[in-house]
């Protein structure tokens, strides 16, 4: 810092100084930052999926569940969630996932949706993370068109794929919806 004639700082130049570093922070901070989406992770079929934690009401234990007579096979029963009856519904095999049984670890994310809610059946969560959408790449080809029709993408997740569930094409799939 330079003193003026009078024995004092110079204050211009100081603040200038100041800003140019203010700046050349917030210049830095833009550079550094990324679209990254919020996402619920966990297993199905052996595979790693996510969705947005905007569409997870809660995870919930699995709880007892009440078969119905003739309803469509990935809905697996209904359950009382604090007086509210909600299905339960299992969509590996929409995804093409074989059905193996569900282990001590399989919990239900309970949906909510405009017009319902849901339980959905997986067999063990993974944690809530925020993965980057720089790395998101349309669904691969291989994928048949059920499967395609229901993700979105993938994820490059440190060396792990995730696949990323639409979930409002989920739940307005005529697959779960009863009576329609």
Same mark, same amino acid.
């Given at each position: *810092?330079?003193?003026?004639?009078?024995?004092? =700082?110079?204050?211009?130049?100081?603040?200038?100084? *100041?800003?140019?570093? =203010?700046?050349?922070?917030?210049?830095?901070?833009?550079?550094?930052?990324?679209?990254?989406?919020?996402?619920?992770?966990?297993? /199905?079929?052996?595979?790693? =999926?996510?969705?947005?934690? !905007? =569409?997870?009401?809660? #995870?919930?234990? *699995?709880?007892?569940?009440?078969?119905?007579?003739?309803?469509?096979?990935? %809905?697996?029963?209904?359950?009382? /969630?604090?007086?509210?009856?909600?299905?339960? +519904?299992?969509?590996?095999?929409?995804?093409?996932?074989?059905?193996?049984?569900?282990?001590?670890?399989?919990?239900? %994310?309970?949906?909510?949706?405009?017009?319902?809610?849901?339980?959905?059946? +997986?067999?063990?969560?993974?944690? #809530?993370?925020?993965?980057? !959408?720089?790395?998101?790449?349309?669904?691969?080809?291989?994928?048949?068109?059920?499967?395609?029709?229901? %993700?979105?993408?993938?994820?490059?997740?440190?060396?792990?794929? #995730?696949?990323?569930?639409? !979930?409002?094409? /989920? *739940?307005?799939?005529?697959?779960?919806?009863?009576?329609?």
């Amino acid at each position: *810092m330079e003193k003026d004639s009078k024995d004092g =700082y110079d204050i211009q130049s100081i603040l200038t100084e *100041m800003r140019e570093e =203010y700046w050349q922070g917030l210049a830095e901070t833009e550079a550094a930052s990324e679209e990254r989406l919020e996402c619920i992770t966990f297993g /199905l079929g052996g595979e790693t =999926y996510a969705f947005e934690t !905007v =569409y997870a009401a809660e #995870v919930i234990r *699995m709880p007892k569940l009440v078969r119905l007579p003739r309803v469509q096979e990935i %809905i697996v029963g209904v359950f009382n /969630l604090r007086g509210e009856i909600v299905a339960a +519904i299992d969509i590996r095999p929409l995804l093409g996932l074989p059905r193996e049984p569900i282990t001590a670890s399989g919990r239900i %994310i309970v949906l909510k949706s405009e017009k319902f809610s849901t339980g959905l059946i +997986i067999e063990g969560v993974q944690g #809530v993370e925020s993965l980057s !959408v720089d790395t998101f790449e349309p669904a691969v080809k291989s994928l048949t068109g059920a499967q395609r029709e229901f %993700i979105r993408g993938q994820i490059d997740c440190g060396g792990r794929l #995730v696949m990323l569930l639409d !979930v409002l094409k /989920l *739940m307005a799939s005529p697959e779960i919806l009863v009576n329609h």
